[in-house]
């Protein structure tokens, strides 16, 4: 039997509505302090007036649905014990959201490298938390 034979659909579902209240979470903390606002200050001119809050909580709601559906899936090719199977998981997770928008961000705009390494190091932190998350919530039971 595999791991997605273990786990329940419901219970994916509740633990990605939960990693998407902590994303919702940690998204706001990174974003929306000053520091974060000084270095990201190069964006100011395509940026928006004010942050659609509604339409951002909604989307980390179903990316964090939809990662746990990932994480699941993934879970036969990752390390078997829960933290080692959640750091994995975000350091995957980290590479296609933060490391890839980053080099793109890099190559498109003219951004400081300090904007570029606060995306990099607090994505990291971000992802690795979220992993975590995953990690302790969704193992598959025996």
């Given at each position: 039997m595999n791991a997605r034979e273990l786990i329940s659909p419901y219970h994916v579902g509740w633990v990605g509505l939960v990693v998407g209240i902590a994303f919702a979470g940690l998204d706001a903390l990174i974003n929306a302090n000053p520091l974060a606002q000084r270095l990201y200050a190069a964006y100011r001119p395509i940026m928006r007036a004010s942050a659609n809050a509604g339409l951002g909580m909604?989307?980390?709601?179903?990316?964090?649905?939809?990662?746990?559906?990932?994480?699941?899936?993934?879970?036969?090719?990752?390390?078997?014990?829960?933290?080692?199977?959640?750091?994995?998981?975000?350091?995957?997770?980290?590479?296609?959201?933060?490391?890839?928008?980053?080099?793109?961000?890099?190559?498109?705009?003219?951004?400081?490298?300090?904007a570029l390494l606060y995306t990099l190091a607090t994505g990291l932190v971000e992802m690795v938390i979220l992993g975590l998350i995953y990690g302790a919530l969704l193992k598959p039971q025996r």
């Open positions: 909604t989307l980390d709601l179903v990316f964090g649905i939809v990662m746990a559906i990932l994480f699941v899936v993934l879970t036969p090719a990752l390390p078997t014990a829960w933290v080692a199977r959640g750091m994995v998981f975000g350091l995957i997770a980290w590479f296609f959201r933060v490391a890839m928008g980053s080099a793109s961000s890099a190559v498109m705009f003219q951004v400081p490298v300090t």
